[in-house]
């Protein structure tokens, strides 16, 4: 097996864990499924220093909303979201911070 077969492999998994919660609930997914799929969502956008530091939720929320919007990938395919369906950045990050890109 290749390195990028792994490394799809484990991004494949890793949205699968952050798809537990298709739907956001007023107080957010838990804490470990949105730090999963931040660690995701810096490796993809080629920033891991993004969540650098000691962060609140909300700075972590801006810096991925920054990254994602420098790249210009509000409509470009982040990959399958939750049921198998093509997800794009800007359904990601509503979905992982239930508020608009």
Do not use: N
């Amino acid at each position: 097996m290749s390195l990028d077969d792994t490394m799809r492999r484990i991004d494949r998994r890793v949205m699968e864990r952050a798809s537990v919660t298709a739907t956001v609930p007023a107080s957010g997914p838990p804490a470990e499924v949105t730090a999963s799929a931040e660690r995701w969502i810096a490796r993809r956008l080629l920033q891991p220093m993004m969540l650098q530091g000691v962060t609140t939720a909300r700075e972590r929320c801006e810096r991925v909303r920054a990254g994602i919007l420098a790249r210009d990938l509000e409509h470009a395919v982040a990959g399958k979201g939750p049921h198998g369906v093509t997800e794009t950045w800007g359904d990601l990050f509503r979905r992982l911070y239930g508020e608009p890109l």
